[in-house]
């Protein structure tokens, strides 16, 4: 019996003491939680893309908030490129898969000739009275770099964009939205409340065209030296046979909604705009059909470049069309 007590208080004792030491051992622990860093996609919900260029199986979207993507693989994969400007980028166009140029907001913009490997800045001639916002670049014939603004602006550039000349001096309150070409020195430029102007001259002068409407044109291109299309707000299209020098409106059942870009596919015109509208003429652009890129899809897109025998299109989301199915390449949204 004594030795049975002389063991209990022992371990009365020391088991405070043990406690202590397992407590204190327990504290020079470091418990090693695992670090889960999760990338957000390349192309959110959240994202606005405001123009699309395509080159072979090259893809490059760019929009809102200094986005640029890239996909090498016709839209099945994409990366996003980093380029230290977080201004809104308004339109892109690419000679080859190395060369390329962004324009945006405040007369800045950026040229890559490695793929978009790295970007480098560069400033645009635009006029001092307005938001020097640089609405579209397209490419010439010749491979010269066209780009329109605000303020009666028309530039172009003969070095893939590094450089810049001003086309048009006087200043005139008009924002051009477009430009297209037809054939070696012919250029028509379109803008808002139904301005047109046509340059027979390589852009050195450039007369005003009657379009007979009022609502805003947004985008406008060429088959060939006589045939265009141009499309605007509120539903508008007109149609050229004379290579722009007159315009004629076309009257089409059911087309109430803005359009926002127009292309020749190479077999007939498809334009785009809001609430997914999607609208298909034939050669003469007498004959249209109204539908949407995909039944279920109602977001809007404002920029379009041919792909093979669809299209890509871009704004409130980017996909990809042919023969009438609509392959989606980021999140669905509304």
Do not use: Y
Not at 26 to 32: F, H, I, K, N, Q
Not at 86 to 103: C, E, G, K, L
Not at 264 to 278: F, N, P, Q, Y
Not at 288 to 313: H, K, Y
């Amino acid at each position: 019996m004594a030795q049975r007590s002389m063991t209990s208080k022992m371990w009365a004792v020391l088991s405070p003491v043990l406690v202590v030491v397992a407590l204190v051992a327990l504290s020079r622990v470091r418990l090693e939680v695992p670090r889960v860093v999760i990338e957000p996609p390349v192309i959110e919900t959240r994202d606005r893309f405001l123009g699309v260029t395509v080159v072979d199986d090259v893809v490059w979207a760019v929009g809102r908030d200094g986005k640029i993507i890239r996909s090498e693989d016709g839209g099945k994969t994409w990366a996003q490129q980093r380029t230290g400007l977080s201004t809104n980028f308004q339109s892109i166009a690419a000679w080859d898969a190395q060369n390329a140029v962004v324009v945006a907001n405040q007369g800045q913009g950026l040229v890559t000739a490695d793929g978009g490997k790295t970007w480098q800045a560069i400033t645009l001639p635009v006029s001092e009275s307005g938001s020097g916002k640089v609405l579209r670049v397209r490419l010439d014939p010749q491979g010269r770099a066209w780009a329109v603004s605000e303020i009666n602006v028309i530039l172009r550039s003969a070095d893939h964009g590094k450089t810049w000349e001003r086309l048009t001096q006087s200043e005139d309150d008009v924002a051009w939205n477009d430009i297209a070409f037809n054939g070696a020195g012919g250029a028509c430029v379109i803008g808002e409340f139904g301005r047109m102007a046509c340059s027979a001259d390589d852009g050195v002068s450039w007369e005003r065209r009657e379009t007979g409407v009022e609502p805003s044109l947004m985008s406008i291109a060429f088959r060939d030296p006589q045939h265009g299309v141009t499309v605007g707000l509120s539903g508008v299209v007109l149609a050229t046979d004379d290579g722009g020098a007159t315009w004629r409106q076309e009257a089409i059942p059911g087309l109430a909604r803005h359009l926002f870009d127009v292309i020749w596919t190479g077999s007939r015109w498809i334009a785009v705009g809001d609430k997914g509208v999607m609208l298909t003429g034939d050669a003469d652009a007498s004959h249209w059909e109204v539908s949407r890129v995909n039944p279920a899809d109602f977001a809007w897109r404002i920029a379009l470049a041919r792909q093979g025998g669809g299209f890509v299109a871009v704004g409130l989301n980017v996909g990809r069309w042919e023969a009438g199915q609509w392959e989606l390449f980021g999140p669905r949204f509304h």
